[in-house]
């Protein structure tokens, strides 16, 4: 294509510059672009000796427990396709590797709505992760830290946690701490790694009479009204899968 010329006020001569035309589009068929699904995950997060042995103890699969009680939740709404959860151990949440791999290499997009279940070391662990994902750009719907364990100065020498207290970071945060009117042996346990024990910050904040090992017994106390855990962690999950 030629320059086309044209005369300035001055009396001189310029040339356009030529351009090319855009294509007639000749398919008027939509094309549909494939965009990320925001689909929500569960990271449970169990405590000392629950995936793995503990000094000689274990493992006892407490957090398992808690993740089968809304497997079967689920299941009974017949949207158990639509459930996608992973079990980790504490110590497989702690350090930059291990959230990596465990973690955010499992969640597709930071659009995905992020709910953390954390009981004992786990849930000291979880509160330090909801605080880590945050920071990093991921939505953390909800965490439940279920007698967070952590306190102890003699616990953190002896296991992969943060000696610093969590300040976690969640849309809401529900904590209940175990407190028997009869101690068992998981109970001096907790104990001797210090319960923390949470003055400010979650959204609900209950103490049930229950050992501490009962992780999923934690987990279906009535903590408001006669609404438990389990009960705003599926209806949670349901809302953003709707």
């Known amino acids: 294509m030629e320059a086309e010329k044209i005369i300035l006020p001055s009396g001189k001569t310029a040339s356009l510059v030529a351009t090319h035309t855009l294509t007639a589009v000749s398919n008027s068929q939509i094309k549909t672009v494939p965009v990320p699904t925001a689909k929500p995950i569960v990271f449970y997060i169990g405590g000392a000796g629950d995936q793995e042995s503990y000094y000689f103890q274990g493992a006892f699969h407490n957090i398992n427990e808690v993740e089968v009680l809304m497997s079967k939740r689920m299941k009974n709404a017949q949207l158990f396709e639509k459930y996608t959860k992973h079990v980790w151990g504490y110590n497989e949440v702690r350090g930059g590797r291990d959230i990596k791999e465990h973690i955010t290499n499992l969640i597709p997009n930071k659009s995905c709505p992020i709910y953390i279940v954390g009981h004992s070391l786990g849930g000291w662990n979880g509160a330090h992760l909801s605080k880590i994902l945050s920071d990093e750009g ?3 719907a909800l965490l439940i830290t279920l007698d967070p364990v952590g306190k102890g ?8 946690i943060d000696y610093s207290e969590p300040t976690p970071v969640a849309d809401m945060w529900i904590n209940i701490r175990a407190n028997p009117i009869k101690s068992d ?3 001096h346990v907790a104990n001797f790694g210090e319960r923390w024990i949470v003055s400010q ?3 609900i904040n209950a103490t049930v009479d229950i050992h501490h090992a009962l992780a999923s017994h934690m987990m279906v106390a009535p903590i408001q009204g006669a609404k438990c855990a389990l009960d705003f962690l599926y209806d ?3 809302k953003n899968i709707k």
């Open 138 to 140: 991921y939505k953390i």
């Open 185 to 187: 042996a998981s109970d």
């Open 201 to 203: 910050g979650p959204a």
């Open 153 to 160: 100065f003699l616990v953190w020498l002896g296991s992969n």
């Open 236 to 238: 949670a999950y349901v």
